[in-house]
DNA sequence: GCAAGGTC
């Protein structure tokens, strides 16, 4: 026994630790330290004391006393274990800490200011221990490269992918470092506190790594724990683990591609764009930084996608019957169990049909109560998708208005994917909380009375182990500090809450089915019997909606039974919130970086975000997509973010090794790297389309053609200017490009272009600068002049058959982007519209489109479509009444008209206009209200082929000049014998 | 000057 005695002398003799009650037991062996403080006796131990005293400089009365209260207060000497514990945050430590001392504790400071040290006693497994319970702040260590390769020019970006990283602790980390030494020297045992995902764990090693090399005798041990109450914490310090060393390589794995991809593709894109173009982007593009991240780009993917979706969407007209029924009781409005049809002839064959025989008999008539139930327990996503949704808060502000708060005490941690309850939460206590509020404090004390207004909180099936669904902690009826958004967030986790633990609303819903002419229709109405958890929950409605009564068998005529048209419309642009879901879907970032992640899109001004929350790449965005689908490489989409999780999620079940994944992985993406970069060119070519070439040092020696060539006929907004592209060719595009596309491609035998002075003296509106242009001698026929002065505006027969004959494009045009093997993404918008404009069409010879997109055959086309047939703009241009010029088909995009055709003269001063559906029918520049094409009853104007009339609830055929049709004759064949419902052909 | 992941 005596033998311990000196080792332990030697330990303490070494280290100024501080005096504490179990200070002479430091660095012992616990599973030692209890047989040696058993047998000593009282004299033995004070002669060791007085040893130490010495040693230690610490007064013999207080090791005496000291050892005394352990003679007197625990009987038996049991050892003490002097125990370091570390949470992830300081609120962790906080809240673990105050659990198992049950408030009996003592705090004092730590080096850093945030992570406090609380010391209490606490007993494990019967062995009697000191905490020490501190903290860090996430990660402690970061990896970065060695010094040799940091600056950017050091070396070629493909050298990261094997370049020699280190993890170390960061300047601003080094409080927390110097705290877990100091501690750690005074202790036996280290538990580790950090959540339980591979983030938590991958910290947990680095805890381990900076206190074992304070002090190697370190025991190391694991607390999992899923929730910061009671049980659960009390739970796991009686059963502690160890840590999950494959966790944590997952994350090391993770860690080293994400900076090896980020940081070689971000300083090869940078160096490459920056200077070559004019990306007027910032004040100073100098500081530009086109970087990329595995997750930043797949975000800007999903941006861009949609918006080329949105690009690419042709409106095709549907049509659909509609029926309603008016009584003293009310309306109901019945659905066409067909929902629409996109072939006008069937559909309207269908309407004459129940047009013919138009009595309604009810066929079925159902009651059901209908729920509507409360949102799952609030998570961060669920939290940044609402606010976003109903206050138009970005998901980056709401997470700093949350972090105010949760830091406040007035909710718990805002991070989390949680999103069900521990059966152990007391609920009732925290809504308690609530009752005294002066908006929701009545509804409180309602859910806690006995009416049984109370329902648990359903599950959402989510939970990260590691924090509890949103709610809120701490009662405030609004603080004086808060900002409007304080007071709106902490609203919507209150109210949330609230509804969470409240019974669903309930509705009586009726259905009523119909029968006209073997066709069927739907209404349905809803009637809100008790809101329950609505009337807290302010922020969703149900449309409650009643229908008059219907008995089987019922019959009656439908008061307005109509065939209407409507278009098909693309998506609209994606919302902050659909963003959220987008990345959550894809698994791209975590709960607690998908905010940053889109923050970074406009940060670094891939994307910009209009007032309704709606994203939209800019010309940068959408042009580095772009050049990377154009060389086949999906790096923009989510793809290569799953494969890594899936490799990771490998790496953390032991299916593959962290020096596995890394290898393959990183070779992969090198390949990919090398690739690219072989192809710059492409990269080059894509950006050129978007931007200017710069003449500052660093781009090469393509550059801006220059000067204004005419106003942009197009956009009205903008100037065309003569360019030079990076393959070599000219054009004339508009500067606003891409918002206008506009675009005047030139013939590709031009070696020099200038714009002059000299103003055509043909071409309209004036002025259009002509263009001196020189072409290169070989590539044009021998009774062409190399020097042309030249003009745009559609005058210069010289220009258009030099197009003819030498195309518009570079001399040797590539074989386009499916050069490596494997063909681009298809994908529809700017692209095809690219590669379109480079053709001239063989029907007007026009550049810019192929003459299947011929605008002249659209119209003639259109002409033969349905409901066009009696239109007099068949084939024709519409000229305008005022100066008697051609106008321009546009469709229109309002309310009331969207996808509405019609003709206006492109001269502002003529203001001329018309609807397509007007013309020939006597009603020019009449407007709809409604997209109705026929109606049972107050129609307007149809398509030309005929209108509905109605006579007290008989229907009626009109002429689209309103007179009664008498000679009616099948739709279908044309034969007066019949009508269209009984035609012999129907269905051929 | 670069990533994404923690957290203050």
């Not at 004070?46 to 207060?73: A, G, K, P, Y």
């Amino acid at each position: 026994m005596n033998n311990l005695i000196p080792r332990e002398y030697d330990l303490l003799a070494s280290r100024k630790v501080k005096s504490g009650p179990l200070l002479v037991w430091a660095g012992m062996d616990p599973s030692r330290s209890a047989s040696l403080f058993t047998a000593l006796s009282p004299s033995l131990a004070t002669s060791v004391f007085t040893t130490l005293s010495l040693s230690l400089s610490l007064s013999l009365s207080h090791l005496r006393r000291l050892f005394s209260l352990f003679e007197v207060s625990e009987g038996p000497m049991r050892e003490g274990i002097r125990v370091l514990n570390v949470a992830e945050k300081p609120s962790v430590a906080k809240a673990v800490a105050g659990i198992l001392s049950q408030g009996r504790l003592r705090v004092r400071e730590g080096r850093s200011r945030y992570n406090k040290v609380y010391e209490f006693e606490h007993a494990i497994r019967g062995q009697r221990c000191h905490m020490l319970f501190t903290s860090v702040t996430g990660h402690l260590m970061e990896i970065v490269f060695h010094e040799r390769y940091k600056k950017w020019h050091s070396c070629d970006p493909a050298d990261l992918f094997s370049a020699p990283i280190q993890k170390h602790v960061p300047q601003d980390k080094l409080d927390i470092k110097r705290t877990l030494e100091e501690e750690a020297r005074t202790c036996q045992w280290l538990v580790l506190w950090l959540d339980c995902d591979r983030e938590g764990e991958n910290i947990a090693f680095e805890v381990v790594e900076v206190c074992t090399t304070a002090n190697r005798n370190l025991d190391i041990w694991r607390a999992h724990f899923s929730a910061l109450i009671d049980r659960e914490i009390r739970h796991a310090v009686q059963n502690l683990g160890r840590p999950n060393q494959l966790f944590s390589d997952a994350v090391d794995a993770r860690q080293e591609i994400d900076l090896r991809i980020g940081a070689s593709f971000t300083r090869f894109q940078t160096m490459l764009l920056k200077n070559a173009f004019v990306l007027n982007i910032s004040d100073d593009d100098k500081n530009v930084i086109v970087s990329y991240g595995p997750c930043q780009f797949p975000t800007l993917g999903f941006v861009v996608e949609r918006y080329w979706e949105i690009q690419a969407h042709e409106p095709e007209e549907f049509w659909t019957i509609n029926c309603s029924h008016k009584t003293d009781e009310g309306i109901a409005t019945f659905n066409w169990t067909r929902g629409h049809l996109f072939d006008y002839s069937c559909a309207l064959i269908i309407y004459e049909m129940c047009v013919e025989e138009p009595t309604a008999t009810v066929k079925k008539v159902s009651h059901q109560e209908r729920r509507k139930y409360p949102p799952h327990p609030l998570s961060t996503l669920e939290l940044q998708k609402r606010a976003s949704q109903y206050f138009r808060m970005s998901s980056e502000h709401t997470m700093k208005v949350a972090e105010d708060l949760y830091q406040a005490g007035f909710i718990s941690y805002p991070r989390t994917e949680t999103d069900s309850f521990s059966p152990n939460t007391d609920l009732q206590a925290l809504v308690r909380e609530q009752q005294g509020h002066p908006e929701w404090g009545s509804y409180a004390q309602r859910l806690l009375s006995p009416e049984g207004l109370w329902r648990n909180p359903s599950s959402g099936g989510h939970d990260d182990k590691a924090h509890p669904p949103i709610h809120p902690t701490k009662f405030s009826a609004g603080e004086s500090s808060w900002s409007p958004d304080h007071h709106r967030l902490y609203e919507l986790v209150v109210r949330h809450f609230l509804a969470c633990v409240s019974q669903p609303a309930i509705g009586a819903g009726t259905t009523v089915e119909i029968d006209i002419a073997g066709e069927v229709f739907v209404a349905s109405g809803l009637m809100i019997i008790e809101k329950n958890y609505l009337e807290v929950y302010r922020f969703e409605s149900w449309g409650g909606s009643t229908i008059p009564t219907y008995a089987f068998g019922q019959q009656f005529i439908p008061t307005r039974l109509t065939l209407d048209s409507s278009v098909t419309r693309p998506p609209p642009l994606l919302s902050e919130s659909d963003l959220l879901s987008c990345m959550d879907k894809a698994g791209i970032g975590t709960d607690a970086t998908m905010h940053d992640h889109i923050k970074k899109l406009l940060d670094r001004f891939y994307a910009i975000k209009d007032s309704n929350t709606r994203f939209s790449p800019t010309t940068l965005g959408e042009a580095l997509v772009m050049g990377y689908d154009c060389m086949g490489w999906d790096l923009w989409k989510p793809n290569l973010r799953s494969a890594m999780e899936s490799d990771m999620k490998a790496v953390s079940e032991g299916r593959k090794t962290k020096s596995e994944v890394l290898a393959s992985c990183l070779q992969q993406m090198k390949d990919c790297f090398l690739d690219v970069k072989s192809h710059k060119a492409k990269l080059f070519e894509t950006m050129g389309i978007f931007f200017e070439r710069s003449n500052t040092p660093g781009g090469d020696n393509l550059h801006l053609a220059g000067g204004k060539v005419r106003s942009c006929q197009q956009c009205q907004e903008s100037e065309m200017v003569l360019r030079r592209r990076p393959d070599g060719s000219f054009m004339v595009g508009c500067l606003r490009f891409p918002l206008c596309r506009n675009v005047v491609w030139l013939p590709g035998a031009i070696s020099e272009a200038l714009v002059t002075e000299h103003v055509c003296n043909v071409c309209n509106p004036e002025p259009v600068f002509k263009i001196q242009f020189k072409f290169r001698r070989m590539e044009i026929p021998p009774n062409f002049d190399t020097e042309h002065l030249g003009c745009i505006g559609g005058c210069d027969e010289t220009l258009r058959e030099l197009i003819q004959i030498c195309g518009t494009g570079p001399r040797n045009l590539s074989s386009g982007s499916g050069t490596r093997g494997r063909q681009p993404t298809q994908f529809s918008g700017s692209a095809q519209r690219r590669n379109t404009s480079q053709v001239v069409c063989a029907r007007c010879r026009q550049s810019g489109h192929s003459s299947n997109d011929c605008p002249q055959i659209s119209r003639s086309q259109d002409a033969q479509r349905p409901g066009h047939g009696n239109s007099n703009s068949g084939g024709a241009d519409v000229l305008c009444e005022s100066c008697q010029m051609p106008c321009t088909v546009r469709t229109a995009n309002t309310e009331n008209n969207r996808g509405r055709r019609f003709y206006k003269c492109d001269r502002q001063e003529c203001n001329f206009f018309i609807w397509e559906d007007a013309i020939g029918s006597g009603n020019r520049g009449a407007s709809r209200v409604n997209g109705n094409r026929s109606s049972v009853r107050g129609g307007q104007a149809g398509r030309g082929r005929g209108r509905r009339g109605a006579r007290s609830g008989a229907a009626t055929f009109v002429t689209a000049t309103g007179e009664p049709v008498s000679d009616r004759r099948c739709f279908s064949c044309g034969d007066p014998s019949h009508f269209a419902n009984v035609c012999p052909n129907r269905g051929m």
